[in-house]
Every structure is written in C-alpha cells, then in structure tokens.
C-alpha cells in the first residue's frame, strides 16, 4: 500500500527534476554553446563571425541546413545596449536574424519580407532598461546570448553576394 509520505517524496522528486530539466538544462546547453562559440574567434563576445558554406567539419550547429551560409555573435550586454545593423543581400535571396536569450529561448526575428529596404539595424537592450533608439528594439531577457544571421545559397555563385553581405555586418555597443 502506498503510504501518503511515498507520494509526497515522490511528488516532490518529480517536481524537482521538472524544474532541473526546463530551467537548469536550457542554461547549461547556452553556456557550452557560447563558450564554444568564443573559443572559436579568440574570446571576443560582440562581434560576428561569419561561416562558410556548411559541411561536416565547419559547423559547430548541429545539423545544418545544407544551403544556409551562418554568421553567429554571441552577445554580451554588461557595457551597454548592442546595435546590430548591416546591408542585406539583393532581394530573392533569403535573410534572417535570430536573437536568442541564455536560456535557449528566441525572443526575437526579423527577416528579409519584413524589410523595405536592403538594410537593417536592430538595437538588442536587457529587458526592462530604457533608452532612446533609432532602430528596432529587442529586449533581451538576459545579460548574455547569441545573434544568428542566416542568408540562402543556392548555387555556388551566389557566395560573393553573400560575403559582400556578412562584411556588412556591424555588432558594436551603444555609446551613450
């Protein structure tokens, strides 16, 4: 027979480890994410590094789109805002930027239909800080994360387009 204490242990062990599994894994996954990101362009947070076209030795994301070209900056919002801007590649060719907070989660997307014009400029600010700005905003709920840009290529000519497009891209902090 099972006695009340039985259930309630193991109530509080179930609860336990739901907690464990959707708050503490989503954070311990970002942290390995970003150090290995870092670790790859010399520590620097803030800046972006730009992936070549994707085989199995030049991704560090797990199973990636075969015709997708990265360029990933992992964030860090201690100094300041973070102004994200650049030019897009010409219109019929695929863009997006991804922001994605410390916990795994993506809290913001913008992409290539959502632009009038051929650029882009996003300010990314901790949630809850104020400040004037000339551009979208994300509110980042967290102090660290990682900006994903993602650009199509369909064919092999299409990488100088696309490299004209990534040596456009700036990550710099918001001088107040």
Not at 44 to 50: D, G, I, M, P
Not at 137 to 164: F, H, N, W, Y
Request: hydrophobic share 40%.
């Amino acid at each position: 027979m099972i006695t009340l204490a039985g259930l309630i242990a193991g109530a509080l062990l179930f609860f336990v480890s739901y907690r464990l599994t959707l708050h503490r894994v989503p954070i311990r996954i970002m942290d390995i994410a970003e150090k290995r990101m870092l670790s790859s362009r010399t520590g620097e947070a803030n800046s972006f590094r730009h992936g070549q076209p994707p085989n199995h030795k030049t991704q560090q994301i797990v199973m990636p789109s075969p015709d997708l070209i990265y360029s990933s900056c992992v964030y860090d919002l201690s100094a300041g805002d973070l102004a994200i801007s650049g030019t897009l590649p010409p219109e019929g060719y695929y863009w997006s930027l991804s922001l994605y907070a410390h916990n795994t989660d993506n809290f913001f997307v913008l992409n290539d239909r959502e632009l009038p014009s051929r650029s882009f400029s996003v300010v990314v600010r901790r949630k809850g800080r104020s400040g004037a700005a000339s551009a979208a905003v994300a509110e980042s709920p967290t102090q660290t994360g990682i900006a994903l840009i993602r650009m199509i290529q369909r064919k092999p000519e299409d990488l100088p387009i696309i490299r004209a497009s990534q040596q456009s891209i700036r990550c710099d902090i918001v001088k107040a």
